[in-house]
T-cell receptor, first 113, second 114 residues
Framework: QQPVQSPQAVILREGEDAVINCSSS?????VHWYRQKHGEAPVFLMI?????EQKGHEKISASFNEKKQQSSLYLTASQLSYSGTYFC??????????????FGKGTHLIIQP | NAGVTQTPKFQVLKTGQSMTLQCAQD?????MSWYRQDPGMGLRLIHYSVGAGITDQGEVPNGYNVSRSTTEDFPLRLLSAAPSQTSVYFC?????????????FGPGTRLTVL
Protein backbone atom coordinates (compact mmCIF):
# COMPACT_ATOMS: atom_id res chain seq x y z
CA GLN A 1 0.00 0.00 0.00
CA GLN A 2 1.09 3.51 -0.82
CA PRO A 3 2.24 5.57 2.18
CA VAL A 4 0.21 8.71 2.89
CA GLN A 5 1.98 12.05 2.94
CA SER A 6 0.78 15.23 4.61
CA PRO A 7 0.38 18.04 3.94
CA GLN A 8 -0.19 17.83 0.19
CA ALA A 9 1.29 21.30 -0.26
CA VAL A 10 2.82 24.02 1.85
CA ILE A 11 3.94 27.57 1.14
CA LEU A 12 6.57 29.14 3.36
CA ARG A 13 8.60 32.30 3.54
CA GLU A 14 12.35 31.89 3.46
CA GLY A 15 13.64 31.15 6.96
CA GLU A 16 10.46 29.44 8.18
CA ASP A 17 10.24 25.80 9.24
CA ALA A 18 8.23 22.94 7.78
CA VAL A 19 7.37 19.38 8.74
CA ILE A 20 6.36 16.76 6.19
CA ASN A 21 4.81 13.53 7.41
CA CYS A 22 4.71 10.05 5.91
CA SER A 23 2.38 7.41 7.35
CA SER A 24 2.11 3.75 6.51
CA SER A 25 -0.66 1.23 7.16
CA UNK A 26 1.87 -1.56 7.51
CA UNK A 27 4.96 -2.13 9.64
CA UNK A 28 7.91 0.01 8.61
CA UNK A 29 11.49 -1.18 8.42
CA UNK A 30 12.91 1.71 6.45
CA VAL A 31 11.82 5.04 5.04
CA HIS A 32 13.52 6.84 2.18
CA TRP A 33 13.10 10.56 1.47
CA TYR A 34 13.69 12.17 -1.94
CA ARG A 35 13.25 15.68 -3.33
CA GLN A 36 12.30 16.42 -6.92
CA LYS A 37 12.51 19.80 -8.61
CA HIS A 38 10.25 20.54 -11.54
CA GLY A 39 11.35 18.73 -14.69
CA GLU A 40 14.19 16.93 -12.92
CA ALA A 41 14.83 13.50 -11.43
CA PRO A 42 14.24 12.75 -7.74
CA VAL A 43 17.33 13.19 -5.59
CA PHE A 44 18.11 11.25 -2.43
CA LEU A 45 17.82 13.05 0.91
CA MET A 46 17.71 10.52 3.72
CA ILE A 47 17.18 6.92 4.77
CA UNK A 48 15.87 6.05 8.20
CA UNK A 49 15.87 2.54 9.59
CA UNK A 50 13.91 0.81 12.29
CA UNK A 51 16.25 0.92 15.24
CA UNK A 52 17.28 4.54 14.79
CA GLU A 53 20.00 4.53 12.17
CA GLN A 54 20.00 7.35 9.66
CA LYS A 55 21.93 8.21 6.55
CA GLY A 56 21.74 11.27 4.40
CA HIS A 57 21.65 15.03 3.99
CA GLU A 58 23.52 17.01 6.64
CA LYS A 59 21.15 19.98 6.74
CA ILE A 60 17.91 18.03 6.91
CA SER A 61 16.66 16.03 9.85
CA ALA A 62 14.02 13.37 10.12
CA SER A 63 12.42 11.03 12.60
CA PHE A 64 11.11 7.50 12.47
CA ASN A 65 8.34 6.38 14.82
CA GLU A 66 8.05 2.63 14.64
CA LYS A 67 4.95 2.42 16.85
CA LYS A 68 3.02 5.02 14.85
CA GLN A 69 4.38 3.64 11.54
CA GLN A 70 5.31 7.17 10.62
CA SER A 71 8.27 9.25 9.55
CA SER A 72 8.59 13.03 9.57
CA LEU A 73 10.99 15.26 7.64
CA TYR A 74 12.00 18.52 9.30
CA LEU A 75 13.09 21.46 7.18
CA THR A 76 14.36 24.24 9.42
CA ALA A 77 15.31 27.77 8.40
CA SER A 78 14.13 26.98 4.90
CA GLN A 79 16.05 28.28 1.89
CA LEU A 80 14.77 29.01 -1.61
CA SER A 81 16.63 25.92 -2.81
CA TYR A 82 14.38 23.71 -0.65
CA SER A 83 11.45 24.27 -3.01
CA GLY A 84 10.28 21.14 -4.78
CA THR A 85 8.22 18.02 -4.27
CA TYR A 86 9.17 15.70 -1.43
CA PHE A 87 8.49 11.98 -1.64
CA CYS A 88 8.75 9.31 0.99
CA UNK A 89 9.29 5.72 -0.02
CA UNK A 90 8.76 2.60 2.04
CA UNK A 91 9.85 -0.98 1.42
CA UNK A 92 7.29 -2.96 -0.51
CA UNK A 93 7.75 -6.00 1.65
CA UNK A 94 10.52 -6.44 4.13
CA UNK A 95 12.20 -3.07 4.04
CA UNK A 96 13.10 -1.63 0.69
CA UNK A 97 15.92 -2.64 -1.57
CA UNK A 98 15.59 -5.95 -3.25
CA UNK A 99 11.87 -5.58 -3.73
CA UNK A 100 11.68 -1.89 -4.46
CA UNK A 101 10.06 1.11 -2.88
CA UNK A 102 6.45 2.23 -2.71
CA PHE A 103 6.32 6.02 -2.86
CA GLY A 104 3.78 8.44 -1.47
CA LYS A 105 2.07 10.96 -3.74
CA GLY A 106 4.39 13.76 -2.67
CA THR A 107 4.30 17.05 -0.78
CA HIS A 108 4.75 20.23 -2.79
CA LEU A 109 6.88 22.80 -0.96
CA ILE A 110 7.11 26.38 -2.18
CA ILE A 111 9.55 28.76 -0.51
CA GLN A 112 8.96 32.44 -1.16
CA PRO A 113 11.55 35.20 -0.62
CA ASN B 1 31.37 9.13 -14.98
CA ALA B 2 27.93 9.52 -16.57
CA GLY B 3 25.94 7.90 -13.72
CA VAL B 4 22.49 6.81 -14.93
CA THR B 5 21.57 7.73 -18.49
CA GLN B 6 18.24 7.34 -20.26
CA THR B 7 17.36 7.62 -23.92
CA PRO B 8 15.39 9.08 -25.52
CA LYS B 9 14.48 12.18 -23.47
CA PHE B 10 11.18 12.63 -25.31
CA GLN B 11 9.11 10.26 -27.43
CA VAL B 12 5.74 10.40 -29.13
CA LEU B 13 4.09 7.13 -30.17
CA LYS B 14 0.86 6.15 -31.81
CA THR B 15 -1.42 3.65 -30.12
CA GLY B 16 -0.27 0.12 -30.88
CA GLN B 17 3.34 0.97 -31.66
CA SER B 18 6.14 -0.68 -29.72
CA MET B 19 9.36 0.83 -28.48
CA THR B 20 12.22 0.37 -26.06
CA LEU B 21 13.30 2.89 -23.44
CA GLN B 22 16.99 2.58 -22.73
CA CYS B 23 18.68 2.82 -19.34
CA ALA B 24 22.41 2.49 -18.79
CA GLN B 25 24.62 2.96 -15.74
CA ASP B 26 28.36 3.04 -15.22
CA UNK B 27 28.33 2.76 -11.42
CA UNK B 28 28.44 -1.06 -11.30
CA UNK B 29 25.22 -1.14 -9.27
CA UNK B 30 23.52 -4.50 -8.90
CA UNK B 31 19.99 -3.23 -8.49
CA MET B 32 18.07 -1.41 -11.22
CA SER B 33 14.43 -0.46 -11.48
CA TRP B 34 11.90 1.34 -13.63
CA TYR B 35 9.27 3.75 -12.31
CA ARG B 36 6.55 5.72 -14.00
CA GLN B 37 5.42 9.09 -12.69
CA ASP B 38 1.98 10.47 -13.36
CA PRO B 39 0.57 13.76 -12.02
CA GLY B 40 -0.68 13.35 -8.47
CA MET B 41 0.33 9.67 -8.31
CA GLY B 42 3.92 9.76 -7.18
CA LEU B 43 6.38 7.19 -8.52
CA ARG B 44 5.12 3.68 -9.19
CA LEU B 45 7.42 0.70 -9.64
CA ILE B 46 7.08 -1.15 -12.95
CA HIS B 47 9.85 -3.76 -12.92
CA TYR B 48 13.13 -4.24 -11.12
CA SER B 49 16.27 -6.35 -11.33
CA VAL B 50 18.64 -7.47 -8.58
CA GLY B 51 21.36 -8.47 -11.03
CA ALA B 52 22.10 -9.62 -14.56
CA GLY B 53 19.64 -12.31 -15.63
CA ILE B 54 17.19 -11.65 -12.78
CA THR B 55 14.07 -9.51 -13.11
CA ASP B 56 10.79 -9.23 -11.24
CA GLN B 57 7.51 -7.37 -11.40
CA GLY B 58 6.66 -4.25 -9.46
CA GLU B 59 3.30 -2.62 -8.80
CA VAL B 60 2.28 -1.80 -12.38
CA PRO B 61 3.98 -4.30 -14.76
CA ASN B 62 1.19 -4.84 -17.29
CA GLY B 63 2.10 -3.75 -20.81
CA TYR B 64 5.83 -3.65 -20.11
CA ASN B 65 8.68 -6.12 -20.55
CA VAL B 66 12.22 -6.00 -19.23
CA SER B 67 15.40 -8.03 -19.51
CA ARG B 68 18.83 -7.66 -17.92
CA SER B 69 21.61 -9.29 -19.89
CA THR B 70 24.39 -7.08 -18.47
CA THR B 71 24.99 -5.20 -15.24
CA GLU B 72 25.04 -1.89 -17.13
CA ASP B 73 21.81 -1.99 -19.13
CA PHE B 74 18.15 -2.40 -18.22
CA PRO B 75 15.85 -1.64 -21.17
CA LEU B 76 12.08 -1.25 -20.77
CA ARG B 77 9.92 -2.44 -23.66
CA LEU B 78 6.43 -1.23 -24.41
CA LEU B 79 4.81 -4.04 -26.36
CA SER B 80 1.78 -2.21 -27.77
CA ALA B 81 1.59 1.37 -26.57
CA ALA B 82 -1.67 2.69 -25.14
CA PRO B 83 -2.65 6.26 -24.17
CA SER B 84 -2.68 5.12 -20.51
CA GLN B 85 1.08 4.66 -20.81
CA THR B 86 1.61 8.36 -21.36
CA SER B 87 3.90 9.23 -18.48
CA VAL B 88 7.40 10.18 -17.40
CA TYR B 89 9.58 7.11 -16.96
CA PHE B 90 12.51 7.03 -14.57
CA CYS B 91 15.21 4.41 -14.30
CA UNK B 92 16.92 4.07 -10.92
CA UNK B 93 19.92 2.16 -9.63
CA UNK B 94 21.07 1.13 -6.18
CA UNK B 95 24.49 -0.14 -5.05
CA UNK B 96 23.08 -3.29 -3.41
CA UNK B 97 19.89 -4.95 -2.36
CA UNK B 98 19.89 -3.85 1.23
CA UNK B 99 17.56 -1.34 2.80
CA UNK B 100 20.50 0.94 3.63
CA UNK B 101 21.10 1.90 0.01
CA UNK B 102 19.78 5.00 -1.67
CA UNK B 103 18.48 5.05 -5.21
CA UNK B 104 20.06 7.10 -7.99
CA PHE B 105 17.60 8.23 -10.65
CA GLY B 106 18.22 8.88 -14.32
CA PRO B 107 16.97 12.11 -15.96
CA GLY B 108 13.75 10.51 -17.23
CA THR B 109 11.98 9.87 -20.54
CA ARG B 110 8.80 11.77 -21.26
CA LEU B 111 6.50 9.54 -23.33
CA THR B 112 3.29 10.58 -25.04
CA VAL B 113 1.02 7.99 -26.65
CA LEU B 114 -1.57 9.37 -29.06
Amino acid sequence: QQPVQSPQAVILREGEDAVINCSSSKALYSVHWYRQKHGEAPVFLMILLKGGEQKGHEKISASFNEKKQQSSLYLTASQLSYSGTYFCGTGRYSGGGADGLTFGKGTHLIIQP
Amino acid sequence: NAGVTQTPKFQVLKTGQSMTLQCAQDMNHEYMSWYRQDPGMGLRLIHYSVGAGITDQGEVPNGYNVSRSTTEDFPLRLLSAAPSQTSVYFCATQPGQGIWNEQFFGPGTRLTVL
